[in-house]
C-alpha cells in the first residue's frame, strides 16, 4: 500500500514539473483550460500533501440535486478539478436530513459536507456534535411561504391553514411574528412534498425552498406570491461546507484545495448550467429531472450571486454575519446561547484561496 | 393436472380480477379530479415503458439490499434461535435484548449504522436484516419448542443425543413456524431495504432513492411506478416462499384443504 | 455392559421406589415403597384406578424420571445405562409419530440416533426387517403413507412397529391402545399379541382395560391409589397363543373377575374414591396428558 502511494507520488511529481511550468505561463485567471492532468495544478509538495490526506469523503445535502454546494463538487469531480490537485474525492449522496451529515462528518466516516446553512452548523455544535465550518455560499435564507396572489399582507393569513414539511421553519416563523401575525390563529398542518396543496386550497400558505416549490409550481403554470424572510430583516444562510476539525488540523492543503476546485467549478457551472446539470445527471441512478435541475441551479446561484456582501468573496464564512443568525436563533429559542464562534467558523480560509479577488489556479 | 384445472376454474381467479378491476376504476375516478393525489394509471405505466432500464436498475440494487439483508437476519435468527432453545440461561438473556431491538425504530439508528459501517451496501443490509430478524427469531423459537412431548420421551427412551433431538424433531418441528415467518419477512425485507435508502446516507441507486427524489420533484407518476415495482416484488416473493412452503410442508395441516 | 443377566434374576426389578411431585402440604405421593419384579420373557400388565401411579412406574423403568428412593434395574443395569444401550422400546398413550416421514421412515428414524448403541446390538428375525414386521402388524399397504393420512389404530401399531424394530429387551407401553374404539382396539390386541408370540420380547403395559390386562399378560399386577403402592398379583395361566374367542370364554371371566376383586379392596368403584384416603389425585403434577 505504501509502496503504491510513494510511487505514484513519484510519479505526479514528475509530471507536475512540466505542468508547473505550463500552469505559470497561463496565470492565476487561465481557468479556460478544461482540464490537466494528474496534479496539473499544483506544486509536487502540494500535490504530496494532498495525497497523504487519502480519499476525502464528501456527503450531498440531498442526492445529486443541483443545489449550491452539490452540483459545484458534482462538476469539480467531473471536470477533473480535484484530479488537478491531486484529491481523491468520492461523494456520496446525502437524504437531506442535514443533522446525518454534521454526525458523519464529525465522526470522520466523512471528512466533509454540505449542510443547510450557517444555522444548522450552530444547532448541531450546540448539540454537540463536533464540525468546523469552512465556506457558506448564500446569505439569505433558504426558506420561503407561498401563498395565493390575492394574499397582500401577511395579517390576512391569520385564521387560516398553513402547510410545512414537518416543522415550521425558524425563519419563516420570525418573519410572520415581523409582520405582526398572530401566530396562534394559523393552523398548522404537516403536508408531503406536493405543493399542489396550496393551489387547491387545501392550505392558504406553504413553506418551502426558494429553488424548489415556486419552480415546480410555475412551471405547471400557477400564479404564487412568495414571501421571503430577507424582506422582513431576518437572518439566514444558505450552503454551509463543514468540514471534520481533525481533518482540518492534519490536511489543511486538501481542505483548501477541495473547495478551490469547488469554487473553480461554481464559476464553471455559473456559465454551463446544462453541462453541469447533465454531470449530475450521469452520477444519478434513481432517476433526475434535468429541466428542472437546470432552473433549481440558476435559482440558486441568482440567490447566493445577490446576496454576496459587499467586498466579500464568493464562499467566505462571516463571522459578524454568523454572530447575527446565532443570536437570532437563540432568540427564537433554537439554542440556549451562541457558541464560541471562533471554535466553529474558519473565517480566513475561503479568502486565502483567492488573490486580488480572483482565485489562485493553479496554486504555486 | 387436478390443480391446473383447479386454477383454469372462474371461481379460482374471479374474485381477484374483479377485486383488480374494481380497485382500477376506483384509481381512475379518484386520479381524474385528482391529478395530485393519484397518477393515472397510464401514466404509470408510461413511466415503465419510457424507462425500463431506470426501474429494472433500482429494483435490482434494492432486490440485493433486502435478499442480503434477509439472508443475515434469518440466519443470525434461526442461529440464535436453536442456542435459545437449548439455553433457558441464554434464552433469558437474550430475550429482552431482543424485544429492545424490535421496538427500536430502525430509522432513527440508520444514521448512525452508517457512520460506523461507512456509505456502502452494509448499513443497509443491517437495517433490512434488524428489521427481519426479529420476526424469525421469534417464529423459530417457538418452532423449535412445538416438538411433541410423547415424541420426545419415545427419542430420550433411546438416549438421543440434543444433536438428533434437534435435527431429526426439532428443526422439522420448527419448519412450519419459519415458513410463516418467511411469508412475513419476505415482503418486509423490501421495506427495510427502502427505509435504509430513505434513511442512510451514501444511497445511489434503489428504488427508496428513486422514490426520495422523484417526491422531491413532485414527480407523481415516478413515485408510484416505484411503489408498483415494489409490489410486484413483494408479489413475486410471497408467491415463491408459498410455492416452497407447498414443497416442503405437504405433511403439514396447514397445507391441507 | 453386554454381560448376559442371570437368567434366574428378575428382567425388570423396580426395588422399594417412592415418588413424590410437589413439596410442603401439597405435596403428593405417586409411589410409595413400589416393588415389582419381570422376569425375562414375560408380558407383565400394571393396572389400577386413575392416579394410582401406573403411568409414574412406566416412565421410572424407562428413565424418564428417577425416583426419590429405591432404584430400578433393568437386567443388573442402571436405567441411564439401559437407555444408552438402547435395550428399551417405548410406546407412549398418543402414537406421537413424525408427521413428516412415512410410516417405514416412522419406523426406522430410531435407528438413525443413538448409532453408537444399534451398531453393537443384533438384530433378528422380525425386528430386523421393519417391512416384514409393519407388514405382520397390518400395515404393508400403507408404507409410504404419512401419518395424517392414517386412522387412529394404523398410527398406533405404527407406534408399535417402532417400538419392536428396536428389538429391546424390555418393551414398555403406556395404555397404547386407550384412545381406539373397541373394535380397532381388539384387532390391534391380537396385532400386538401375534408379533410378541413370535418375539417374546419382556413387556410392561400398561392399561386401566381389565379385558385387555388378562387377553394379553402373563401376570396382571394391580395397583392401589392415594398412595401408589401394589395391591396385589394375578397369575393368568390361560394358554398361548390367545386368540381373539378367549374373550368370551369362562376361563377368561374368571381371571378378570379375580382382577376386579383385587381393584375393588382399594378402590370404591361407586363413589370413584380411593377407600380410606383423602380426596386427592396423586400424581396428578406428573400425569400424561393425552
Not at chain 1, 469539480?76 to 490537485?85: E, K, M, P, R, T
Not at chain 1, 443533522?99 to 464529525?106: C, H, P
Not at chain 2, 461507512?118 to 426479529?134: Q, R, S
Not at chain 3, 405421593?29 to 392416579?51: E, K
Request: with cysteine; aromatic share 6%.
Amino acid at each position: 500500500m505504501n509502496t503504491t502511494r510513494t510511487a505514484l507520488a513519484v510519479g505526479a511529481a514528475a509530471t507536475l514539473l512540466l505542468a508547473g511550468c505550463s500552469g505559470s505561463e497561463q496565470g492565476p485567471a487561465g481557468g479556460s483550460t478544461p482540464t490537466g492532468s494528474r496534479g496539473s495544478a499544483v506544486s509536487a509538495e502540494r500535490c504530496a500533501q494532498n495525497e497523504a490526506a487519502g480519499t476525502v469523503t464528501y456527503v450531498t445535502g440531498f442526492q445529486y440535486q443541483a443545489s449550491a454546494s452539490i452540483l459545484d463538487p458534482v462538476a469539480a469531480q467531473a471536470l477533473g478539478y480535484f484530479d488537478d490537485v491531486c484529491l481523491d474525492v468520492e461523494i456520496q449522496p446525502g437524504t437531506g436530513q442535514t443533522a446525518q451529515n454534521a454526525q458523519l462528518v464529525a465522526s470522520g466516516t466523512a471528512q466533509l459536507s454540505s449542510i443547510a446553512g450557517n444555522g444548522d452548523v450552530l444547532v448541531n455544535v450546540s448539540n454537540g456534535v463536533d464540525v468546523q465550518a469552512v465556506a457558506v455560499f448564500g446569505h439569505v435564507p433558504v426558506a420561503t411561504l407561498m401563498t395565493e396572489p390575492d394574499v397582500t399582507d401577511l395579517r390576512q393569513l391569520e385564521g387560516t391553514t398553513l402547510g410545512h414539511k414537518g416543522a415550521l421553519p425558524v425563519t419563516i416563523e420570525a418573519m410572520l411574528r415581523a409582520a405582526g401575525v398572530d401566530l396562534s390563529t394559523i393552523t398548522q398542518v404537516k403536508v408531503g412534498y406536493d405543493p399542489n396543496v396550496l393551489v387547491r386550497g387545501q392550505v392558504q400558505s406553504l413553506t418551502g425552498y426558494k429553488s424548489n416549490e415556486p419552480l415546480t409550481l410555475a412551471a405547471a403554470g400557477e400564479q404564487i406570491t412568495t414571501w421571503n424572510p430577507e424582506d422582513y430583516g431576518v437572518p439566514g444562510s444558505m450552503a454551509t461546507t463543514i468540514v471534520n476539525p481533525r481533518f482540518l488540523a492534519e490536511h489543511p492543503t486538501a481542505v483548501e484545495d477541495f473547495l478551490r476546485a469547488q469554487l473553480r467549478a461554481y464559476d464553471h457551472c455559473e456559465q454551463h448550467a446544462e453541462e453541469c446539470v447533465a454531470d449530475a445527471a450521469e452520477l444519478a441512478r434513481a432517476g433526475y429531472d434535468t429541466e428542472h435541475n437546470v432552473q433549481v441551479w440558476q435559482t440558486e446561484t441568482k440567490l447566493v450571486d445577490s446576496s454576496l456582501p459587499p467586498g466579500q468573496v464568493l464562499g467566505q464564512v462571516d463571522d459578524t454575519a454568523a454572530r447575527t443568525e446565532g443570536e437570532f436563533l437563540v432568540q427564537m429559542g433554537q439554542i440556549p446561547a451562541v457558541p464560541d464562534l471562533t471554535q466553529v467558523l474558519v473565517p480566513d480560509l475561503v479568502p486565502s484561496l483567492y488573490a486580488e479577488g480572483q482565485l489562485v489556479w493553479p496554486v504555486p | 393436472m387436478r390443480r391446473l384445472a383447479r386454477v383454469a376454474h372462474p371461481r379460482t381467479w374471479l374474485p381477484t380480477v374483479l377485486a383488480v378491476v374494481v380497485v382500477g376504476l376506483l384509481w381512475t375516478w379518484v386520479a381524474r379530479d385528482n391529478p395530485y393525489v393519484l397518477p393515472t394509471l397510464p401514466s404509470v405505466g408510461r413511466q415503465f415503458l419510457d424507462q425500463p432500464d431506470l426501474y429494472l436498475a433500482n429494483a435490482w440494487t434494492t432486490l440485493q439490499e433486502a435478499l442480503l439483508g434477509l439472508l443475515a437476519g434469518g440466519v443470525c435468527a434461526v442461529l440464535l434461535a436453536v442456542v435459545v432453545g437449548e439455553s433457558g440461561l441464554v434464552r433469558r438473556a437474550v430475550t429482552p435484548l431482543a424485544v429492545v431491538l424490535n421496538v427500536t425504530p430502525v430509522v432513527a439508528i440508520a444514521p448512525a449504522l452508517v457512520v460506523a459501517f461507512g456509505f456502502g451496501l452494509t448499513p443497509k443490509v443491517l437495517v433490512t436484516g434488524l428489521i427481519t430478524f426479529f420476526p424469525v427469531l421469534m417464529n423459530t423459537v417457538t418452532g423449535l419448542r412445538s416438538v411433541d412431548r410423547h415424541v420426545l420421551q419415545v427419542f430420550r427412551t433411546v438416549d438421543a443425543s440434543r444433536l438428533d433431538v434437534l435435527v431429526r424433531l426439532r428443526f422439522p418441528s420448527a419448519l412450519p413456524y419459519l415458513f410463516a415467518a418467511l411469508r412475513v419477512v419476505f415482503p418486509l425485507s423490501l421495506v427495510g431495504a427502502v427505509v435504509a435508502e430513505f434513511a442512510a446516507a451514501g444511497a445511489q441507486s434503489g428504488l427508496g432513492t428513486l422514490i426520495s427524489v422523484a417526491s422531491a420533484n413532485s414527480q407523481l407518476d415516478r413515485v408510484f411506478a416505484a411503489i408498483a415495482c415494489l409490489a410486484l416484488m413483494g408479489s413475486l416473493m410471497l408467491l415463491l416462499v408459498t410455492t416452497f412452503e407447498r414443497r416442503a410442508l405437504a405433511w403439514h395441516e396447514s397445507q391441507h384443504r | 455392559m453386554s454381560s448376559p443377566p442371570p437368567s434366574e434374576g428378575p428382567f425388570v426389578a423396580v426395588n422399594d421406589a417412592c415418588t413424590t411431585y410437589g413439596t410442603g402440604p401439597d405435596a403428593v405421593r405417586a409411589l410409595a415403597h413400589v416393588d415389582l419384579q419381570v422376569p425375562r420373557g414375560r408380558f407383565v400388565s400394571v393396572i389400577g384406578p386413575s392416579g394410582c401411579g401406573k403411568s409414574t412406574l412406566l416412565r421410572l423403568i424407562a428413565g424418564l424420571e428417577a425416583p426419590d428412593a429405591g432404584d430400578v434395574r433393568i437386567c443388573g443395569r442402571t436405567t441411564a445405562e439401559a437407555r444408552a444401550a438402547k435395550v428399551l422400546g417405548f410406546v407412549p398413550q398418543v402414537p406421537a409419530l413424525l408427521p413428516w416421514l412415512d410410516v417405514l421412515g416412522n419406523v426406522r428414524v430410531l435407528e438413525k440416533v443413538n448409532r453408537a448403541a444399534g451398531r453393537q446390538r443384533t438384530q433378528r428375525g422380525l425386528a430386523s426387517d421393519p417391512v416384514a414386521l409393519l407388514t405382520r402388524l397390518g400395515l404393508g399397504d400403507v408404507l409410504t403413507r404419512r401419518p395424517g393420512q392414517l386412522s387412529g389404530g394404523m398410527q398406533q401399531r405404527t407406534a408399535l412397529a417402532r417400538a419392536f424394530a428396536l428389538a429391546p429387551d424390555v418393551l414398555l407401553m403406556d395404555e397404547p391402545f386407550s384412545a381406539l374404539d373397541e373394535f380397532t382396539r381388539e384387532s390391534a390386541q391380537l396385532q400386538l399379541l401375534d408379533v410378541w408370540q413370535e418375539l417374546r420380547t419382556t413387556v410392561v403395559f400398561v392399561t386401566h382395560s381389565i379385558a385387555e390386562a388378562v387377553l394379553l399378560s402373563d401376570t396382571v399386577v394391580v395397583m392401589a391409589a392415594a398412595p401408589g403402592r401394589v395391591a396385589g398379583v394375578v397369575d393368568v395361566g390361560l394358554d398361548r397363543p390367545r386368540h381373539h374367542g378367549l374373550l368370551d370364554s369362562a376361563a377368561m371371566h374368571e381371571h378378570e373377575h379375580r382382577v376386579r376383586a383385587l381393584l375393588e379392596t382399594a378402590w370404591d368403584p361407586v363413589s370413584g374414591t380411593p377407600t380410606g384416603t383423602p380426596l386427592r389425585t396423586p400424581g396428578a403434577a406428573g400425569r400424561e396428558v393425552a
